[in-house]
């Protein structure tokens, strides 16, 4: 059975209570050397690696050229959002893994495709620097297929409500305008990787 | 006087003391019909526009060709992060001030260049949907010069430490590179944005 999740209440959150989020007050010294504060919301879930995530840009691609060069998206309900996002396979990365790792997990979890390989590795990038220190890595990650596109199972832990999308990589703008008329909104940073996608295809025209 | 910005100390700031963030406990019905929980950080300045903050991609360009397709990026130490961070001319929507206006003025005040023509504005892009309500809109405005490029002064507030720098839009995943090389840190959606770039560039070869 399935019902359009929503929001119910939304009430203050004593710091005592938040399990998964803080908030910090920085004091900080600033180039004139003087003292100033700065508020930050942390997550309380960061492990020795010192990334808070990953999110996982899959390149789903045939060796026969059987389908256009593709990748996989998820678009799933997000309560502070109170909407569909559409984003890239992401998340937490666990006590004990590399982001590498992570990576390769998740999107076997959230897609189940299998990378092969890593192609490339960014390195520590920061959400929204002015508001919090999320941080993240994006992985770009390789997986071929012989000829057609594969279609695998989803592991989803229970309660984890993912729908994963292959989309082509060259149409991803042209997706996330349907998107956006049928009111989900896009991962930021997912938009602005196609955003530089198009700005160079236009360039080079 | 010059001095290296530096943290001096980090505490819990509880609710009732935070001005510019806060928590939530947001009560949620899943798509199973099961009550949850998430836990949510907010920014307490969200005016009537609905939207926290604007990022804009300025189109440096010369009516003659007389230098390269440029974009301007700043560098600014961000206390939550205790690093110097590479991000688009970016800042919140003030009361009474639509997005794109927003991304006008910010381009300005932090960079000296006047956009001449709003080309694109995205719809409202969410910036880290798991953690965070907070979103925001990405502006591309046109920055035509009749020949050579200008060079005009910021209009910073006082306690505004902000660097500003003009880079090729092919060169900015190079520019990252010097970048993290001496231990700046990237914006997300910036990267991203590059990556995505890059990666257009490679599928046209």
Known sequence: MSALPKVL???????????????????????????????????TTRGPSGI???????????????????????????????????ELPAGLIDKGETAEQAAIRELEEETGYKAQKVLQSSPVLVADPGMTNANMK?????????????????????GEFITKRVVEISKLTQVFEEYERKGYVVDAKLSHFASGYEMALRAEQ
């Open 9 to 43: 209440s939304k009430e203050e959150l004593p710091l005592t209570e938040a399990k998964w989020i803080t908030l910090k007050k920085i004091k900080w010294s600033d180039p004139e050397g003087k003292e100033r504060i700065w508020e930050s919301a942390e997550r």
């Open 138 to 158: 994006l992985v770009t990650v390789d997986v071929p297929f012989p000829d057609e596109l594969g279609i695998f199972d989803q592991k989803l832990d229970a």
């Open 52 to 86: 808070d995530a990953v999110a996982v840009f899959a390149i789903l691609r045939s060796e026969t050229d059987a389908f256009p060069v593709s990748t996989v998206i998820i678009e799933q309900y997000r309560p502070p959002i109170d909407k569909f996002v559409v």
